[in-house]
């Protein structure tokens, strides 16, 4: 029963992803809680789409036999909430907070690739990612180290700088311990991975949750019992493996679509009970480059199903990153779509100015379990190696986005009161981000 589950859900997220493929393509012939500010967006989509490369990765004949570049970021935030507790805020007229402080080195030797990144954030630190890879050609290489998993849009499934709710139950710009492989045929991308276990805990307060990307973590009633966990959670993930297949179409003058499907599976090990659940998720995307319009869409499945105690619940699991923990629901779908114009302005100091839109929703698969959603609308402006977002976004039980009690359920059942009965909210936030790149 739990395989023809998964085989249905599969066929369910493909069916509506290349539905939505093909319909796109026919148009086209012709990118401790909520009160803690450090959010995923702290990492914005300028550093993923090329922090994870390495310089190597734009090797040709005629550069050097060997590089090699240190360099890292620095940047603050000046926010606005909108949510009940957050009067001060408002009264200050907002805050501005450090961000985040980074150092990264990223070279090759002839064939050798390199690649790593420590981030400091306010209150903790972890490494974002730490490979060494090897170019076989420009169709084939591979790494080992903490990489990038391959899943779904690349490098992030979002232009705005607080990503798309992917990200948040794991599935977006996600970051794992093992092996990944890259081959290319001509239009035809294809990424092979075997991740032995996540990217491991770094320094912070919180019991595992020191990292950059959301995964399953183990937690304790001292950290998550005031959102109900009531015995030791022991869930960690392992022995996971992925594969994403993608091809271009090339429309000429008009642009280029890429098309494609993903999936991935894995155990989930559980330390009191010394049993191994197991965790799948599939998705099928677009992205469109026509002139200066990036579209994306994509929609994804997914399901945690772990081995847990007797008498605990299997309806959520743990996640956690960027030292704080929640719980997700364990089944859902991920239904995310953006849109960004690009300008055609430069002036003095201006390379780039882009304006965007994206949405998302997790859609959970547990009746009485409310939906979470996100809308961002801003903008990207490029000056050199000073790349500000300028952001107003909203959300509906998406846990960075409301009052601190609510943060740790908004991704399970929802916001609701003791009656069970909701009390979420539309909540937003004003956010401007600079991140100075040197």
């Given at each position: 029963m739990?395989?023809?589950?998964?085989?249905?859900?599969?066929?369910?997220?493909?069916?509506?992803?290349?539905?939505?493929?093909?319909?796109?393509?026919?148009?086209?012939?012709?990118?401790?809680?909520?009160?803690?500010?450090?959010?995923?967006a702290n990492a914005a989509n300028a550093e993923s789409a090329e922090s994870d490369t390495g310089s190597a990765d734009q090797q040709t004949a005629q550069e050097p036999e060997s590089s090699f570049k240190v360099g890292g970021t620095?940047?603050?935030?000046?926010?606005?909430?909108?949510?009940?507790?957050?009067?001060?805020?408002?009264?200050?007229?907002?805050?501005?907070?450090?961000?985040?402080?980074?150092?990264?080195?990223?070279?090759?030797?002839k064939s050798l690739l390199l690649s790593a990144q420590y981030r400091v954030y306010s209150g903790y630190h972890m490494l974002h990612h730490g490979f060494i890879g090897y170019k076989f050609s420009d169709q084939a290489e591979f790494d080992i180290g903490v990489s990038q998993v391959p899943f779904g849009i690349l490098p992030v499934a979002s232009h705005n700088w607080f990503y798309n709710m992917t990200y948040y139950v794991g599935l977006e710009d996600d970051y794992d311990l093992g092996i990944r492989g890259k081959l290319t045929f001509g239009d035809l991308d294809v990424r092979l991975a075997f991740y032995k276990n996540d990217e491991g805990n770094y320094t912070g307060s919180s019991l595992a949750s020191t990292r950059y990307a959301y995964d399953v973590v183990p937690s304790t009633p001292d950290e998550l019992g005031y959102a109900g966990l009531m015995a030791d959670s022991n869930n960690t993930e392992s022995n996971q493996g992925n594969i994403r297949v993608a091809y271009n179409l090339k429309h000429g003058d008009l642009g280029s679509t890429e098309i494609g499907l993903s999936g991935q599976f894995g155990g989930l090990y559980n330390g009191d009970t010394d049993r191994n659940g197991y965790h799948w998720a599939a998705a099928a995307h677009l992205i469109g480059n026509y002139g200066p319009f990036n579209l994306q869409l994509q929609g994804a499945a997914y399901q945690y199903k772990p081995e847990n105690p007797e008498g605990q619940s299997d309806t959520t699991v743990v996640m956690g990153a960027f030292d704080a923990a929640y719980f997700v629901a364990s089944e859902g779908y991920v239904l995310a779509g953006g849109l960004s114009y690009t300008l055609p302005f430069k002036a003095g100091p201006l390379d780039m100015i882009q304006v965007y839109n994206d949405y998302s929703i997790v859609i959970k698969s547990e009746d009485g379990f409310e939906n979470t959603q996100q809308n961002a609308t801003g903008s990207l402006i490029v000056a050199g190696p000073i790349y500000t977002y300028i952001d107003f976004v909203l959300g509906y039980n998406q846990p960075w986005l409301g009052p601190g009690d609510t943060y740790g359920r908004a991704l399970a059942e929802g916001t609701k009161n003791e009656d069970g009965e909701s009390t979420a909210e539309w909540n937003g936030r004003f956010n401007i981000n600079i991140t100075y790149y040197f």
């Open positions: 739990r395989l023809l589950k998964v085989i249905r859900a599969t066929r369910l997220v493909l069916h509506v992803g290349l539905a939505t493929i093909c319909s796109a393509v026919v148009l086209s012939p012709g990118p401790v809680g909520a009160e803690t500010d450090n959010s995923n620095f940047g603050v935030s000046y926010l606005v909430k909108t949510w009940d507790g957050e009067k001060a805020n408002r009264n200050r007229l907002g805050d501005i907070i450090f961000d985040m402080f980074s150092v990264k080195a990223d070279g090759h030797y």
